[in-house]
């Protein structure tokens, strides 16, 4: 193993120190407002900032002194963050339980860069595959590509699930405003049969392309709905009885890294972009995983998209820690879920194209920091993995910030900004929309942090009987991103910066944020309970009472297709 990677004990009881000490420092600053922060240091808002590849990071709203700063600071490097990162980066083995290496960044970097995995340098590979992407996309945008019969492609459906689609659906839908409108991209994941039928039902055959995403080429959603798409092409255009390769051949690729999977599902591999074992599923998006962005988008949005993950990567291995914006969110992230007691984060993209931003976030943090053991095996000792979720401003106003503004529970919020509309319009008054927009963005983070006293509830004339409903505590922290614009380049940066962030964590948690063992148990178990579904006599069942009876009940109540 390499030395980088195990935890000699010496560093355990500095991390051990560091973690008290920030215990002890909790317990003194827990009596301390943001509103009293904020007036001891007028200052605050312009100093408590940073910034890299177009994104603004403000945490000054984060209940944190300069002191804390420190201490996490301290912290981070008792548990070598600096060296963790720079062995990321060099290809080393880090995700030690699957004995591979975490090289996502190698997807994005230039040309002429360097990442060696097994003493080989991949980025000749990488830009080898978006090549191909490149000339496949624009021939499918041209109209080049024709279906079997001869029509050009209309609609584009990606299928693949986890990483193989969040990051998809989650970038087409960030970027529409920069797709292509002639094409119409859909996105099927779930086994649910429903979720194949809605995303077909009004779509012609010879104009439809399918997208098949599994890195592994396994898993059972994908290969199933895989299996349902070519019946359906075969049904309206070939030979539903033969597996009719011509037809397949002009209405299916494949992106992945099991070639004989894709060969053995009927895919030709030369229709086949590949990808790596040292690319995690939802680190993928970047990959040829982004293919669908790409036809969306057009190759030099998408190389735009990538120069923006590059620029976060450069930054967050270049920056020192004080001034690195995903160490600075990681560090946080720390803070509130440790040492402040938060369980979850609330992602509020202040943007109606990242309306699947947070979806695509709880992969990417809860798959990769849920986890209860560190790198050696041991259980670890604090909460790992908050857990993420959220909905796109202004919406969730109107729903579940009543409770982060006046619950009981702490809740941490990234607000998420541009400067400038995609859409701009006017408002009724003659004002502009998207001022309108964020300006809640941030009257919400102002109000979060300063709440509004008693007093000042008193003072308004509010009946007495009332003051405590309408008083706010504040003291709720806010991290707020601003940029200037969302385009390829800024959801690059944002999407490098979340990753980064998850990575510091992991690494202050000491545990494996590039595996998913996780998700094993319950795929083990679907697959017997499906055989005892299935069949024909009335099984043996061996679960608990509850499975048993669950089964038994569904089995007299389903109506098995024909
Ligand atoms: O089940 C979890 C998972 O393995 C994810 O990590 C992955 O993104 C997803 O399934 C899909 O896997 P694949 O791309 O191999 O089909």
Request: charged residues 20%; contains cysteine.
């Amino acid at each position: 193993m390499n030395s980088s990677l195990s935890i000699p004990s010496s560093v355990a009881l500095v991390w051990r120190s560091q973690w008290h000490a920030l215990q002890a420092h909790a317990e003194q600053l827990g009596p301390r407002h943001l509103s009293e922060l904020f007036a001891a240091d007028p200052l605050r808002g312009e100093r408590l900032q940073a910034e890299a590849a177009g994104l603004y990071l403000d945490y000054s709203k984060q209940r944190v002194t300069d002191e804390t700063l420190r201490l996490l600071l301290e912290l981070a490097g008792a548990c070598s963050l600096e060296e963790r990162i720079a062995a990321m980066f060099h290809g080393d083995k880090i995700n030690t339980t699957e004995d591979r290496a975490v090289l996502h960044v190698a997807l994005r970097a230039p040309a002429d860069a360097q990442f060696c995995v097994d003493g080989r340098n991949i980025v000749p590979d990488v830009q080898a595959v978006l090549e191909r992407m490149a000339i496949f996309a624009e021939s499918v945008r041209s109209g080049a590509w024709t279906g079997h019969t001869g029509k050009r492609v209309r609609n584009v459906i990606n299928i693949g699930i986890g990483g193989s689609d969040l990051g998809p659906v989650m970038a087409y839908e960030a970027l529409r405003a920069y797709s292509r409108r002639d094409l119409r991209f859909r996105f099927v994941s779930n086994v649910d049969s429903t979720d194949f039928v809605e995303a077909t039902r009004d779509l012609d055959p010879a104009e439809t392309l399918f997208i098949v995403c599994s890195k592994t080429f396994s898993t059972l959603e994908t290969l199933t709905n895989a299996h349902a798409a070519r019946d359906w092409c075969l049904q309206a255009l070939g030979d539903a009885n033969v597996a009719d390769r011509r037809v397949v051949a002009k209405h299916f690729v494949a992106v992945s890294t099991n070639a004989d999977g894709v060969a053995e599902f009927g895919i030709d591999t030369a229709q086949m972009f590949g990808f790596w074992d040292w690319v995690g599923g939802r680190y993928s998006m970047d990959s040829a995983i982004g293919l669908s962005t790409m036809l969306a988008v057009g190759a030099d949005h998408f190389r735009s998209m990538l120069a923006g993950f590059y620029a976060m990567d450069e930054h967050f291995r270049t920056t020192p820690l004080h001034r690195n914006l995903p160490v600075l969110m990681g560090l946080l992230a720390i803070w509130n879920a440790n040492f402040l007691g938060a369980s979850t984060v609330a992602v509020l993209p202040y943007e109606q194209y990242l309306k699947r931003f947070p979806a695509y976030l709880q992969q990417l943090t809860m798959e990769s920091n849920g986890k209860h053991v560190t790198l050696n095996g041991a259980r670890v000792h604090c909460a790992t993995g908050p857990i993420y979720w959220g909905e796109p401003g202004t919406n969730g106003q109107h729903s579940f910030y009543q409770l982060i503004h006046q619950g009981t529970r702490l809740i941490p919020c990234d607000f998420i900004g541009f400067c400038q509309a995609l859409n701009p319009m006017p408002d009724q008054h003659g004002g502009d929309q998207h001022d309108l927009l964020m300006a809640n963005l941030f009257a919400q983070s102002e109000a979060l942090a300063f709440g509004k006293s008693a007093d000042q509830v008193k003072a308004e004339g509010t009946p007495v009987a009332q003051v405590p409903h309408r008083t706010f505590e504040g003291n709720r922290p806010s991290t707020t991103l601003l940029a200037a614009r969302l385009d390829p380049y800024t959801l690059g940066a944002l999407v490098a910066l979340y990753e980064h962030s998850v990575f510091v964590q992991g690494i202050i948690w000491n545990i494996d944020s590039f595996d998913q063992w996780g998700v094993e148990l319950g795929k083990a178990l679907a697959k017997r309970t499906a055989a005892e579904i299935a069949s024909g006599e009335d099984p043996e069942l061996n679960h608990d009472s509850s499975t048993n009876t669950l089964i038994r009940r569904y089995r007299r109540q389903r109506v098995p297709c024909t």
